[in-house]
């Protein structure tokens, strides 16, 4: 069965710290991968998506994720984070020609200043 | 211009009711999909609206239906309510511009409790 597997499951940084999230999916085909974001209190927001081309792909708020084929990852990525980042974020996949998104657990993210 | 609406935003019920819960999707989007999350979970797919029809169903059962209007706005509707069926249940609007994929655009979702 197509999955998506978020190993971190709650992260605590202080500001300016680097972040890396990790994702990896279970699908043999060609998938659609996606970042979504859910800030206190608010409704889930698209970060960033892959559909083609350039596997390193950049977001809003500075956010970036690389797809690796190979290992079937799409990991999120941000240099210096900020206390407003605090959130929880979710990757998720749909197979190719579909718009089944399916989500990982998600990570919830806690920046202090 | 509006984004995804839904309602109510939270909605208490008995065990074995049957509940409807509404969507209007962004304008300008003609395609409606409802996920639910439970607590702690990721959204889960129940279905994926078009042209009034049922396109495509994740893993859910009958008591799941749902309903899309000449108006795109849709409706999912859960029988026989049970314990298990609390949870956060979200629609997602997109439009269809061909073959795939699209951008999906959640609403604030639907609180719903099954004492």
């Known amino acids: 069965a197509q999955s998506v597997s978020q190993h971190n499951h709650h992260v605590i940084l202080s500001e300016a710290a680097s972040l890396e999230l990790g994702c990896n999916y279970s699908?043999?085909?060609?998938?659609?991968l996606f970042w979504y974001v859910q800030y206190p209190g608010q409704h889930l927001q698209l970060l960033l998506k892959?559909?083609?081309?350039?596997?390193l792909v950049k977001g809003i708020k500075g956010f970036e994720a690389e797809f690796i084929k190979s290992k079937f990852s799409f990991n999120l990525r941000k240099p210096s984070v900020q206390w407003s980042d605090t959130a929880e974020y979710f990757c998720?996949?749909?197979?190719?020609?579909?718009?089944?998104?399916?989500f990982g657990t998600g990570t919830r993210l806690q920046v202090f200043p | 211009d509006a984004g995804v609406t839904q309602s109510p935003t939270h909605l208490i019920k008995t065990r074995g009711q049957q509940v409807t819960l509404r969507c209007s999707p962004k304008?300008?989007?003609?395609?409606v999909s409802w996920y639910q999350q439970a607590l702690g979970q990721g959204p889960q797919f129940i279905f994926q609206?078009?042209?009034?029809?049922?396109?495509q169903r994740g893993n859910f059962p009958d008591r799941f239906s749902g309903h899309q209007f000449p108006n795109y706005s849709s409706e999912l509707n859960v029988n026989a309510l049970l314990l298990g069926d609390s949870a956060l249940y979200l629609c997602?609007?997109?439009?269809?511009?061909?073959?795939?994929?699209?951008?999906?655009?959640f609403g604030p979702g639907t609180r719903l409790t099954v004492t």
């Open positions: 609206y078009y042209e009034e029809e049922e396109r």
């Open positions: 892959y559909f083609s081309g350039d596997p």
């Open positions: 998720a996949v749909t197979p190719y020609l579909t718009d089944k998104l399916i």
């Open positions: 997602a609007s997109s439009l269809d511009s061909g073959q795939g994929p699209h951008e999906q655009y």
């Open positions: 699908y043999g085909g060609t998938v659609n």
């Open positions: 304008s300008g989007h003609d395609t």
